[in-house]
């Protein structure tokens, strides 16, 4: 799940990095892209086994990835306007009684401005994470082999 807004440059990068996967033709897997995170979400990821989410990063280096396994935050009580990755894994644990397991990679951005287009360096992170992704999903490697 690759989320962000793509009008606001380097924020976009978790688009690109889904629209890879779907260009690398990477099978068995749903990818989808979204300007937020929103409630809904919680419900459509019920039944899968891993979430990845992927996003832009302003407190990162330009073209810096870091990946981190979630937890599902279960002291979420009130609707926010702005949902985190473990926000919707919590909702999921709290309306399904479980929750798949999550991934958050992080894409560190040079450029936020209104804009169309990544920066180099942020669209060569983005390539790098679709192709890594791409080949741990395809080859089944374990999940160590993505986080580190």
């Known amino acids: 799940m ?6 606001r440059r380097d924020d ?6 889904i629209e890879r996967l779907r260009d690398l033709r ?3 897997i749903e990818c989808v892209t979204a300007h937020q995170l929103e409630i809904e979400f919680a419900d459509a990821v019920q ?8 996003d832009a990063a302003v407190d990162t280096q330009p073209g810096q990835v870091t990946v981190r396994e979630l937890a599902p935050n279960v ?16 909702m999921c644990l709290a309306m399904h009684g479980k929750a798949p397991k999550g ?4 894409i560190g951005g040079a450029d936020f401005d209104f804009g169309e287009g990544l920066t180099e360096v942020t669209q060569q992170a983005g390539e790098k994470v679709a192709l890594a992704l791409r080949n741990w999903l395809q080859h089944g490697k374990g999940r160590k082999s993505l986080i580190g």
């Open 26 to 28: 990477v099978w068995g």
């Open 103 to 106: 991934i958050l990679i992080s």
């Open 75 to 90: 002291g979420l009580h009130a609707v926010s306007h702005f949902l985190t990755p473990e926000d919707v894994l919590g």
């Open 2 to 7: 690759g989320y962000g807004n793509p009008s």
């Open 12 to 17: 976009g990068v978790g688009w690109f990095v």
């Open 47 to 54: 039944g899968y086994d891993w979430v990845i989410f992927v």
